[in-house]
């Protein structure tokens, strides 16, 4: 084989070499752009998630709240209705006293 064939072979190897280089830097920057998109969206998707269950887990604490206060309103509502009516029971004996206190019997 001559000098100048193994000159020619061995750039063509260098050429195949660098073709080939160049295909793998290609192919793991589109690798790692591809890992990254979807680490994004993973990312995405675990936050949304987080969102909604939070949110749902607000609301049930709300709806849960606005029960027991409803609970808290309606056996208050019962006390102070309790309160008036003997109130008004003792108002008239109140008053009775009152007069007597202010009236003298003979």
Known sequence: ???ADVLKQIKQAEAAAEKTLSSAEEKAARILHDARREAAEIVQTA???SLSETK??????RAAAGQAA???EAEGAEVV????????QRRSD???LVLDSLVPTA
């Open 47 to 49: 936050s949304d998630g």
């Open 70 to 72: 409803g609970v808290v």
């Open 94 to 96: 109140a008053a009775r």
């Open 56 to 61: 749902a887990t607000i609301d049930e604490a």
């Open 1 to 3: 084989m001559a000098k």
């Open 81 to 88: 209705a309790a309160i008036r009516s003997e109130a008004e």
